[in-house]
């Protein structure tokens, strides 16, 4: 019972000890502002827009037509001689008949023939043109009035706080070092 009572009026011995040291090392450690005396802004703004146009173009180009020439029968009779008559588009026979007329045809050949026209052609080109504008970040100085500079021990305390930091915890786990493993062990 003895040995439990000493065992944690040292536990509270050491606990005061570390609070009081960290205590103290919270009253030595200066206290600086987030921000130095000179500012910086940074801007980021990006913007796109695009716009679209549509250029409608007619072009003319030769191109051939085949028109279809449709078959076609006539007859008359004459008196005349007999006689034949062929050209591109048609066949004509003429003869004389026994009571002495003149019997005549024609026929159309069916065919088809070309003819040459000009044809339209419509280009409808889309340009789409991306506008980006973009805003990088820039580091801006700004010169922020202080009333008064820091003093020599205050620019120290904040340069240096991070290592008198480091060597007070590493003091006192030095220092705190056995009793630290005796708690550890009958924890465990």
């Known amino acids: 019972m003895t040995n439990r009572k000493f065992l944690f009026t040292a536990i509270y011995r050491y606990v005061g000890m570390l609070g009081g040291a960290l205590i103290m090392l919270s009253f030595l450690s200066g206290c600086a502002t987030q921000r130095g005396a000179g500012s910086t802004t940074t801007t980021t703004i990006e913007k796109d827009s695009s716009d679209v146009k549509v250029e409608i173009r007619t072009e003319y180009i030769t191109d051939t037509l085949y028109i279809e020439i449709p078959a076609q029968k006539s007859e008359r009779t004459t008196q005349d001689s007999t006689s034949h008559l062929e050209t591109d588009y048609a066949v004509s026979d003429a003869r004389i008949n ?91």
């Open 98 to 188: 026994p009571d002495g007329s003149l019997s005549h045809s024609i026929e159309n050949k069916a065919q088809k023939k070309p003819a040459e026209f000009q044809k339209p052609i419509e280009h409808k080109d889309s340009i789409r043109t991306i506008y980006k504008y973009r805003y990088k970040d820039k580091k801006v100085e700004v010169p922020v009035y202080v009333e008064k500079d820091l003093s020599w021990w205050q620019s120290t305390s904040i340069k240096f706080f991070p290592y008198a930091l480091a060597l007070i915890l590493g003091m006192a786990g030095w220092i705190f070092r056995k009793p630290l493993i005796k708690i550890i062990k009958t924890l465990i």
